[in-house]
């Protein structure tokens, strides 16, 4: 009955049945990257000290909720290619790069972004039993995410030139560079900072006489 009815839904003169996973991996694929700006940006006053709108505790929340619903919704974006006959798909055109014959470059800085992603969320979870070090390491490469899915965003997607999507992707754009430009100038100032700290020169234990020795010893 459901799919009589959306057979006779006609969209620019093709069925809408016909292309319905297309469309929803398309819906999907945006909302996910959306999804993950969001992410970004909050993660980013979250690690700026006494910043922010939120309590740090509701902010750290808030993006690891945003990074594993971007996590979701990037499945419902691949798993949706699997029964489309738009476009063909399988596991290895989904999980591989540059297997598609479909835009293979475009989808490659998906497949990329995808698997970082994974690493990004796997390690957010274990977090407590990885070394510091590690756990900073691989959660950077939420950078290099975003700016895959981005990519994949502008070379394969088919809803950029919408006008409403314009809008969202001018504000998400401008958003995290903001933040990513601030997040540089903290680091920097940190850094200038450690170096201009007064450093106590050492005592010289010889120079210092008895009574002076007792005192430092106590």
């Known amino acids: 009955m459901t799919a009589t009815l959306l057979s006779q839904v006609d969209v620019g ?9 297309w469309f929803a991996s398309r819906a999907a694929g945006s909302v996910a990257w959306v999804l993950l700006s969001c992410s970004m940006i909050i993660g980013m006053m979250q690690s700026r000290r006494g910043s922010g709108p939120l309590p740090a505790g509701w902010s750290l929340d808030l993006h690891r ?3 594993m619903l971007s996590l979701i919704f990037l499945t419902i974006h691949l798993g ?6 738009f476009v063909e798909f399988g596991l290895v055109e989904l999980f591989v ?8 470059a475009a989808v490659a800085w998906g ?3 995808f698997w970082l992603l994974v690493s990004v969320e796997l390690t957010s979870v274990l977090r407590a039993r990885l070394p510091h070090r590690v756990w900073r390491a691989v959660h950077l490469l939420s950078f290099v995410v975003w700016i895959s899915a981005t990519v994949h ?10 006008p409403v999507f314009r809008v969202v992707q001018v504000v998400m754009i401008g958003l995290v560079s903001l933040m990513f430009v601030s997040r540089i100038v903290d680091v920097v100032r940190s850094s200038a900072a450690g170096r201009t700290l007064p450093v106590e020169e050492p005592i010289d234990v010889d120079e210092v006489d008895s009574g002076k020795r007792r005192e430092l010893a106590a």
């Open 153 to 162: 965003l502008f070379m394969a997607g088919t809803d950029v030139s919408h």
């Open 65 to 67: 909720f945003l990074s």
């Open 80 to 85: 949706a290619l699997v029964p489309d006959n």
């Open 13 to 21: 003169g093709i069925e809408f049945v016909d292309q319905i996973w």
């Open 111 to 113: 497949v990329v972004g």
């Open 97 to 104: 790069p540059m297997m598609s014959t479909w835009q293979p």
